[in-house]
């Protein structure tokens, strides 16, 4: 699951290497991702993982942990 997401954030952010990414980064902190990054990274994961990621749920998404452990428990 883990290494699905990491190259799904790193395709659509456009990081060379997805394996320096870890459950910590911080999409916004770490990988400069605005909002409209943000945004694509999540309706790439919604197409992926054939789920409805809500906004409010989205918001408080901050690392690929956090994307991880949502998916986990929303697949």
Do not use: R, W
């Not at 320096?20 to 919604?46: G, P, Q, R, Y």
């Amino acid at each position: 699951m883990f290494e699905k997401i990491k190259t799904i954030i790193a395709d659509q952010l456009g990081i060379d290497n997805a394996d320096e990414l870890t459950l910590e980064t911080s999409l916004k902190e770490d990988l400069d991702a605005d909002s409209l990054d943000a945004v694509e990274v999540i309706m790439a994961l919604e197409d992926e993982f054939g789920i409805e990621i809500p906004d409010e749920d989205a918001e408080n998404m901050k690392t690929i942990g956090d994307i991880c452990h949502y998916i986990e428990e929303n697949k």
